[in-house]
């Protein structure tokens, strides 16, 4: 079965600091990738999400994601983060479980985000 | 934009109650999933469905059954309640599209308390 590991569980920068949330998944076949935020008191909402293609993924709010697939790691990156960036953060991977398209969605445990003005 | 609602977004419950959390997605998606949400343990699947009166069982049923008789509505159901199940409940939809993956939305999330 498919698992994702985000080491970083609860990380504090200063605004205007760069950002580096680790990612890696454990899966052999072909995945698809997602980071997914969500902010205070707020629903889950996509960041960004990898198919195909360029490896170097960019989502909302200036994050960008990076598809290693020697490494399995699809690592979120923001070279300057803002006070509004404090929230949860969730890796996922999503494989195919059926010949008719259907998906399941496997989450990492999240990295909490404190941004300190 | 796409809306997923649920319900209730906070409940009260006791040890031994049936529990009904709902939820309705307005996007005529196929899919639809339950997901609790715990502190270090990130999301973890309950049960998802992937049409009317079809489900599957997700990493964690037990304690748990779904209900989904029309497409946009699919239901979660604790049959008897326990402090074990304290935690916040989310639900999601997305599109099935052959060969291709689709992002989920979610619900605003229910948190449960049982006492």
């Known amino acids: 079965a498919q698992s994702v590991s985000q080491h970083n569980h609860h990380v504090i920068l200063s605004e205007a600091a760069s950002l580096e949330l680790g990612c890696n998944y454990s899966?052999?076949?072909?995945?698809?990738l997602f980071w997914y935020v969500q902010y205070p008191g707020q629903h889950l909402q996509l960041l960004l999400k990898?198919?195909?293609?360029?490896?170097l993924v960019k989502g909302i709010k200036g994050f960008e994601a990076e598809f290693i697939k020697s490494k399995f790691s699809f690592n979120l990156r923001k070279p300057s983060v803002q006070w509004s960036d404090t929230a949860e953060y969730f890796c996922?991977?999503?494989?195919?479980?059926?010949?008719?398209?259907?998906?399941?969605?496997?989450f990492g445990t999240g990295t909490r985000l404190t941004i300190i003005p | 934009d796409v809306k997923v609602t649920q319900s209730s977004r906070y409940l009260v419950k006791r040890t031994g109650e049936k529990v009904f959390l709902e939820c309705v997605q307005d996007?005529?998606?196929?899919?639809m999933f339950w997901y609790r949400q715990d502190p270090g343990l990130g999301l973890r699947l309950i049960y998802f469905?992937?049409?009317?009166?079809?489900?599957e069982k997700g990493d964690i049923p037990e304690g748990y059954s779904v209900s989904r008789e029309k497409k946009e509505r699919f239901s979660l159901i604790l049959e008897s309640a326990s402090t074990n199940q304290t935690s916040m409940y989310l639900c999601?939809?997305?599109?099935?599209?052959?060969?291709?993956?689709?992002?989920?939305?979610f619900g605003p999330g229910t948190r449960l308390l049982v006492l």
């Open positions: 999601a939809s997305s599109f099935t599209l052959a060969g291709d993956y689709e992002t989920q939305y």
């Open positions: 899966y052999g076949g072909t995945v698809n």
């Open positions: 990898y198919f195909s293609g360029d490896p």
């Open positions: 996922a991977v999503n494989v195919l479980i059926s010949n008719f398209g259907n998906e399941k969605l496997t």
């Open positions: 996007m005529d998606h196929e899919n």
């Open positions: 469905s992937y049409d009317v009166k079809m489900k």
